[in-house]
């Protein structure tokens, strides 16, 4: 690993007037991305700005409403009761992530930056148009089973690698993001960029901002949410595909359902067409189901090794929305 | 450029110099010698490499030692504080054989103890979640699975009967 200076900040002021201070400066917080990338020369910073004992960790969650700050930790907010109770598709999301280590170090702020684990952009040995742009991208040509089939471009299809951001983006959250000019909300939806042809560029977080909350207002059917994730092996491994549902289905039939995708997308992927398509569907008919499952992910492009994601994902639609449902 | 560090390793205060760049693991190993934590993959993949920092189970490959800065961390080596007398999860290990070529015990152990302190050693499925951030090719999964729930039944657990 090279060598890079370091310091600590106490607040997010703090963290935020040493971000505006030094070049190439970049916020630590678990560290559990960061310093994995910065072993192995994907990322590599100047200075290191440690945030992990801001304490923006507070966590509230009821009836009405979800907040966490930016530097809770994931196992934390997974076993909150109120999150557990109202929200269960952040905690399943969460504790569906990574393994009980991981989720004790990660923050939520940092899963929500957390970099993609597309094999070409942890190897500075390929070409790689996020890590260097300009350079091309392995992936098109490449071994592509674990890419995108939504939103990619000719020079990106790295999948958005956390479970988190699906699970809130299917809850319409919304983020708290504090600045040199002080503090702004953003919709998470609108947060995530899609890569065009500047794939380096992955979000709107502006120069020397920073995660300090993540909130989300309740849903109808927020309480029985779900969080479906396939996976290659039964634990600890990146999404093949994931379903957020968050189903409202009073007397059984669907209404104003959410849902986002995970695994397919470069950005978590909401689908209206599949959330129009399952409205007014009887939940328990899983023909009427399976049927209106084939508007979602509408537009897929598939590369060479990848197309099974679109079906595996209409057939995990049915089942996460089946068990938001509550039909077993 | 160098930084103070004053940490507790195993219940003994200590005062290190350490680059940024510096992991726990790194720091442990070569400073410390204390060579019972495994460097496995280094990537964040394995848990080999599983210590306990401030009471909760964590990589020591992802850590960087200038983070536990005033903070208490605990590795295999200070498990039994009792001399030769090994910790009850160490001895259940050995009894259940849960472990081949035993480079990724020291980590299971540890990952192992504080799943017990979190309350997830109930099912069989349960524990293999939770267990599953330390990974074993060897395959001696079942050995460890008996091992945890020989620690969860014995007396005086307030998991057992779970």
New interface residues.
Partial sequence: ??????L?APDADAAIAALSAHDNAML?AG??NV??Y???GVISPSV?I?I?AVPLTGIQAGEESFTAGGLARM?DVAAHPGVRGFFPVVSQALELS?????R??ATMGGNLMQRTRCGYFREPGFACNKRNPGSGCAARDGLNRWHAVLGGSSHCVATHASDLAVALVALDATLELQGPAGARMVALSDFYRLPGDTPQLENDLQPAEMIVAISAAAAPGAPGSHYLKVRER???EFAVVSVAAVVHAPGGIIEAPRIAFGGVGTVPWRDHAAEQALTGVVAADSAALRSAAEAALAGAEPLTHNGFKVELGRRALVRAVQLAAGVR | MHHRVKVVVNGVPRELTVEARASLLDVLRERLRLTGTKKGCNQGACGACTVHVGGRRVLACLTLAVQCQGKEVVTIEGLADMGETLHPMQAAFVAADGFQCGYCTPGQIMSAVALLTEGHGGSDAEIREWMSGNLCRCGAYNGILAAIKTVRDAAGHPDRGR
């Fill in positions: 690993m090279r060598e890079v200076a370091y600590t630590l560290g559990t310093v994995d910065l072993r192995i290191l440690d992990s196992s990574a393994s009980a280590q991981l004790n170090m039964a634990s600890y």
